[in-house]
């Protein structure tokens, strides 16, 4: 891997990181860093209809619930492919569970004059113990 593709490599997969950490600790500094101001989350809905919330919204959620750190529960995740399109675009497709819930995630990446940031983000899940 030559030196500017292992560089956006490394800038995507901390961008990663930070949502990673973001939702697991309740830090939503740390989320709103990692994902893009227009930002839209799309997901399945229990009757499989598309649900769709933008980034405040979803933070608005994350902020109002119990954190999974707080509730001693230890942090799962692996990311299962980082595809960098060129030096502006990039996608990630990642596993990682939370409290009841194992999810999978598409996440779309573009570098604007801000940096690095998710500008969707496309999710399942399913319940799961532990």
């Given at each position: 891997m030559d030196v500017s593709l292992?560089?956006?490599?490394?800038?995507v997969g901390s961008v990663v990181e930070g949502y990673l950490a973001g939702f697991h600790t309740g830090d939503v500094n740390k989320?709103?860093?990692?994902?893009?101001?227009?930002?839209?989350?799309?997901?399945?809905?229990?009757e499989g209809a598309v649900t769709t919330l933008s980034r405040d919204s979803w933070l608005a959620v994350v902020a109002g619930r119990q954190s999974p750190q707080s509730m001693g529960y230890i942090r799962k995740h692996e990311i299962l492919a980082i595809d960098i399109a060129n030096s502006k675009m990039a996608s990630v497709k990642l596993k990682f569970t939370a409290p009841g819930r194992r999810f999978t995630d598409f996440l779309l990446l573009l570098k604007s004059a801000e940096g690095w940031r998710i500008i969707s983000k496309s999710y399942t899940f399913e319940s799961h113990e532990g």
């Amino acid at each position: 891997m030559d030196v500017s593709l292992q560089q956006t490599s490394d800038e995507v997969g901390s961008v990663v990181e930070g949502y990673l950490a973001g939702f697991h600790t309740g830090d939503v500094n740390k989320l709103q860093q990692s994902f893009h101001p227009s930002c839209q989350l799309l997901a399945l809905d229990s009757e499989g209809a598309v649900t769709t919330l933008s980034r405040d919204s979803w933070l608005a959620v994350v902020a109002g619930r119990q954190s999974p750190q707080s509730m001693g529960y230890i942090r799962k995740h692996e990311i299962l492919a980082i595809d960098i399109a060129n030096s502006k675009m990039a996608s990630v497709k990642l596993k990682f569970t939370a409290p009841g819930r194992r999810f999978t995630d598409f996440l779309l990446l573009l570098k604007s004059a801000e940096g690095w940031r998710i500008i969707s983000k496309s999710y399942t899940f399913e319940s799961h113990e532990g």
